[in-house]
């Protein structure tokens, strides 16, 4: 199943643009705005779900906090499991982390040692929200290999193409992007 231009515009029309936040110059693209609008999270979920599941996957992984939305629902919907990429200090049990670089400073995110340890070389999916430099998405693709899965592919709802990020992260696993902007 292909996305329309028309269905890309319904998806697209029912995401909040928010002017200058966090900071002057940027566009925030709010998804709350499609989470609360049942007909499109619907639709989108509908689409996800009907795209991936042939792929045989083991896992959804979603990078923290809004890939957890989309992950889960995916999740549950294909009847697999679901894994979640946290900031550092966040999960429970012993973990691997992975840094990555912000525009000022560094950040980092972890997964359990453990996460895809019950199957041999399980087939993961990352999803995330939004992709925009990559950074979060390249060090939770980092994660995922060194827990010794199967990155299948890399989900995004919205690419911010000028950004490049999803060009870096496409030389790690294939991705696809549902709205390039």
Known sequence: MELTQKDK?????????????????????????????????????????????SYNLDFIAGIESRGFIFGAALAHALDIRFVPIRKKGKLPYTTISEKYSLEYGFSEIEIHIDAFSELDNPKVLLIDDLIATGGTAIAAANLIKQAKANLVESCFIINLKELQGSKELEKIAPIHCILNL
């Not at 515009?9 to 989470?35: A, K, W, Y």
């Not at 609360?36 to 619907?42: I, Q, V």
């Open 9 to 53: 515009e319904f998806l697209l029309n029912s995401i909040r643009e928010i002017n200058d936040f966090p900071q002057p110059g940027i566009v925030f693209r709010d998804i709350t705005t499609l989470l609360n609008n049942k007909e499109a999270f619907n639709f989108l979920m509908k689409y996800l779900k009907e795209r991936y599941k």
